[in-house]
Nanobody, 129 residues
Framework: QVQLVESGGGLVQPGGSLRLSCTASGRLFSTYAVGWFRQAPGKEREFVAGVMRSGGGTYYTDSVKGRFAIFRENAKNMVYLQMNSLKPEDTAVYYC??????????????????????WGQGTQVTVSS
């Protein structure tokens, strides 16, 4: 089972940037899909961005397209979420998750929480002036 730890959260002004890191345990990390989710107080957890295992594609929720980018460095067992042009609406606890997702599935399957069986503890992102 993969163990995940998020880091990189913090306080940033609107329009600023932040890069979140997800560090994973396990020697077969490159075979797992990884997704980023977020949850604000009083709101349901929502999908943000995901990446298939090595050789697969990425998928983003509409609200972050063009602003966020997910990428992985398998040799380091890490996945990143680069967040640019941050808005107050992006304020939330961000979680990374991993799961075994078939490359034969469409990338939008990454939006489904049921595809993930390992979750990190979360890192707080606050966008405020």
């Amino acid at each position: 089972q993969v163990q995940l730890v998020e880091s990189g959260g913090g306080l940033v002004q609107p329009g600023g940037s932040l890069r979140l890191s997800c560090t994973a345990s396990g020697r077969l990390f490159s075979t797992y899909a990884v997704g980023w989710f977020r949850q604000a107080p009083g709101k349901e957890r929502e999908f943000v961005a995901g990446v298939m295992r090595s050789g697969g594609g990425t998928y983003y929720t509409d609200s972050v397209k063009g602003r966020f980018a997910i990428f992985r460095e398998n040799a380091k067992n890490m996945v990143y979420l680069q967040m640019n042009s941050l808005k107050p609406e992006d304020t939330a606890v961000y979680y990374c998750a991993s799961g075994e997702v078939s490359l034969l599935s469409p990338s939008r399957i990454l939006t489904m929480e049921t595809q993930y069986d390992s979750w990190g503890q979360g890192t707080q992102v606050t966008v405020s002036s």
